[in-house]
């Protein structure tokens, strides 16, 4: 069965995260992505632990489905070859410093005199302009920056950072959404374009409401701990063994909640009615449902409320995630086996196409492993080539 973006090729420059995560869903979904490293030391988060047979698990999670090319980018003849790499591929993706790839040549300007299809993506934590266009960035202080943090953490404590990289997972989500605009733009056109991505924009895009609630009532939005800001109830409960979170999003849900607890005259209290009523008494609503839930165990309200058809779920840890039948009835985790690290376990593809499905075809390369095949592939170097080009350094 075909791909869907099989015959598409990719260049992924980038390291650690953002970039990484964009070139793999691109993988994912059939294009040939050839991952360019540094030789002898390779994309930082190789380095970065937990290791398995001393390969970083961290690594392979973000980089399946990828070939593993080794070119030094300051070795003239090793930037020449990533220039005639840029002249066969469809898309680049990068995510250095603004103005690091113009130093080497390798800008976008650059290569679209020798490939103006190409369409260059450019990930960064501050984008290609303005004032923070030169700082360096981290994704916690995206964060920090963002306002994210300022709105996450338990009420009345300090701003917290959300427990996964999530500018760097959102860029590089946007990434391919511009890498796909830019492709389909191509097909009427044939010519590429820049796609300009920042960490900090990408966070900011993602703040759902908090923005809005500011700028209608002039209130900064504080941390709220595990409670929504406008919709109630919204939160977890405690209960005889534990918590369930319960999301009662509407006022039909509301209803179907108190009769799920047993209260039914709750529905039509007039201190409830409506979820404007339940925000202006969001105390004693919660003091009655929070009596409620502690008289019985997790399981037992799961159950409860889902005959109820009202949203809710335990808390899982990591260790009951990877047990859940529903992650492994949508195929979320797969089994890899990678030719040093062994049998591993990666999160799946999310994206499921009907006609195209995306595969998990081939494990995290090691450092270089394919940069003689690519080569000999892309640009059809011969066997004396490469050696000339290893002994100069050029790749590894």
Same mark, same amino acid.
């Given at each position: 069965?075909?791909?869907?973006?099989?015959?598409?090729?990719?260049?992924?420059?980038?390291?650690?995260?953002?970039?990484?995560?964009?070139?793999?869903?691109?993988?994912?979904?059939?294009?040939?992505?050839?991952?360019?490293?540094?030789?002898?030391?390779?994309?930082?988060?190789?380095?970065?632990?937990?290791?398995?047979?001393?390969?970083?698990?961290?690594?392979?999670?973000?980089?399946?489905?990828?070939?593993?090319?080794?070119?030094?980018?300051?070795?003239?003849?090793?930037?020449?070859?990533?220039?005639?790499?840029?002249?066969?591929?469809?898309?680049?993706?990068?995510?250095?410093?603004?103005?690091?790839?113009?130093?080497?040549?390798?800008?976008?300007?650059?290569?679209?005199?020798?490939?103006?299809?190409?369409?260059?993506?450019?990930?960064?934590?501050?984008?290609?302009?303005?004032?923070?266009?030169?700082?360096?960035?981290?994704?916690?202080?995206?964060?920090?920056?963002?306002?994210?943090?300022?709105?996450?953490?338990?009420?009345?404590?300090?701003?917290?950072?959300?427990?996964?990289?999530?500018?760097?997972?959102?860029?590089?989500?946007?990434?391919?959404?511009?890498?796909?605009?830019?492709?389909?733009?191509?097909?009427? @056109?044939?010519? #590429? *374009?820049?796609?300009?991505? /920042?960490?900090? =924009?990408?966070?900011?895009?993602? &703040?759902?409401? +908090?923005? %809005?609630?500011?700028?209608?009532?002039?209130?900064?939005?504080?941390?709220?701990?595990?409670?929504?800001?406008?919709?109630?109830?919204?939160?977890?409960?405690? @209960?005889?063994? #534990? *918590?369930?979170?319960?999301? /009662?999003?509407? =006022?039909?849900?509301?209803?179907? &909640?108190?009769? +799920?607890? %047993?209260?039914?005259?709750?529905?039509?209290?007039?201190?409830?009615?409506?979820?404007?009523?339940?925000?202006?008494?969001?105390?004693?609503?919660?003091?009655?449902?929070?009596?409620?839930?502690?008289?019985?165990?997790?399981?037992?309200?799961?159950?409860?409320?889902?005959?109820?058809?009202?949203?809710?779920?335990?808390?899982?840890?990591?260790?009951?995630?990877?047990?859940?039948?529903?992650?492994?009835?949508?195929?979320?985790?797969?089994?890899?086996?990678?030719?040093?690290?062994?049998?591993?376990?990666?999160?799946?593809?999310?994206?499921?196409?009907?006609?195209?499905?995306?595969?998990?075809?081939?494990?995290?390369?090691?450092?270089?492993?394919?940069?003689?095949?690519?080569?000999?592939?892309?640009?059809?170097?011969?066997?004396?080539?490469?050696?000339?080009?290893?002994?100069?350094?050029?790749?590894?």
């Amino acid at each position: 069965m075909a791909l869907a973006l099989e015959g598409l090729c990719v260049l992924d420059l980038s390291r650690v995260l953002a970039g990484p995560y964009a070139c793999m869903v691109l993988a994912d979904l059939g294009a040939d992505v050839v991952k360019v490293e540094m030789p002898g030391r390779g994309d930082d988060a190789r380095a970065y632990p937990p290791y398995i047979e001393g390969e970083s698990a961290y690594f392979m999670s973000l980089n399946r489905n990828k070939r593993s090319v080794t070119l030094d980018l300051k070795n003239p003849a090793g930037r020449r070859l990533l220039t005639n790499l840029a002249a066969k591929a469809d898309v680049l993706v990068e995510n250095y410093r603004p103005g690091a790839m113009a130093r080497l040549g390798l800008a976008y300007d650059d290569l679209r005199q020798t490939n103006p299809r190409l369409i260059y993506a450019a990930i960064s934590g501050f984008g290609q302009t303005g004032p923070y266009a030169q700082r360096p960035a981290y994704d916690a202080v995206v964060q920090a920056l963002s306002g994210l943090m300022s709105i996450t953490g338990p009420e009345g404590g300090p701003p917290t950072r959300v427990g996964t990289s999530i500018a760097d997972v959102t860029a590089g989500l946007f990434a391919v959404i511009g890498i796909l605009a830019a492709l389909y733009r191509r097909q009427e @056109t044939g010519v #590429g *374009q820049m796609v300009d991505v /920042a960490m900090l =924009d990408s966070v900011v895009a993602v &703040l759902e409401n +908090a923005v %809005a609630r500011f700028v209608a009532t002039g209130e900064v939005p504080a941390p709220l701990g595990n409670r929504h800001p406008a919709i109630f109830p919204f939160e977890p409960f405690d @209960t005889a063994d #534990g *918590q369930v979170m319960v999301a /009662a999003g509407n =006022d039909d849900l509301w209803g179907r &909640l108190c009769s +799920a607890l %047993a209260l039914p005259s709750l529905a039509s209290d007039p201190r409830f009615r409506t979820n404007p009523l339940r925000h202006d008494n969001y105390r004693a609503m919660r003091e009655i449902l929070s009596e409620a839930f502690i008289q019985r165990t997790t399981e037992e309200w799961r159950a409860i409320l889902d005959a109820a058809g009202v949203p809710n779920g335990a808390i899982n840890s990591i260790a009951d995630l990877v047990q859940d039948p529903q992650i492994a009835a949508r195929e979320m985790l797969q089994d890899v086996v990678h030719p040093v690290a062994g049998r591993t376990i990666i999160p799946g593809i999310p994206i499921k196409l009907s006609q195209t499905p995306g595969t998990i075809r081939r494990p995290a390369p090691l450092l270089g492993e394919q940069t003689g095949q690519v080569l000999i592939e892309w640009l059809g170097l011969s066997g004396e080539e490469l050696a000339g080009l290893r002994n100069s350094g050029a790749i590894g």
